[in-house]
């Protein structure tokens, strides 16, 4: 029986170094940094209504089969993470209206859904849910928060 759970660790263990591979080819530190360029100013504003506009209109002026269009993806990806903090928070708190993203349609889970299953169907985006992670999307916040634009809003 070890040896069988040996052999199969042995087996896994290329697949899971491939899957990382395959993730760290994609989100690489510049396109990390081209999000963080784009997108800072918009997300130190606070304000869920721009954030949710520039992302509308980066996936709007973004062709489908571009590249760049992960950049869309990575902001929509933490402003879901957002989004998901301040339900939790109005959950938590008992008050709906606490919720900054309430009543903004584009920020709400399910249509974040549907937007990263059009992408994954789109040739060539396949990997992009399955590749980002909460790590990937923490220091992406923290890089944001680094920047002038947040240090010159959080004053």
Known sequence: MKKIL??????????????????????????????????????????????????????????????????????????????????????ELGIPEANPFAGLEFATAEAYGLRTRALEMTSGFEYARTDITGDMLQKLSELMHQTSYCKKNEK
């Open 6 to 91: 040996f052999t199969l660790s042995l087996l896994v263990l290329p697949l899971t170094a491939q899957a990382q591979d395959k993730a760290d080819n994609h989100y690489t530190p510049e396109l990390i940094k081209a999000v963080v360029d784009r997108f800072a100013p918009v997300f130190c504003t606070g304000k869920p209504e721009i954030m949710v506009d520039a992302i509308r209109r980066c996936y709007l002026t973004t062709p489908a089969k571009d590249q760049k269009r992960l950049e869309c993806f990575l902001a929509d990806s933490l402003l879901d993470q957002l989004s998901f903090q301040g339900r939790m928070k109005a959950d």
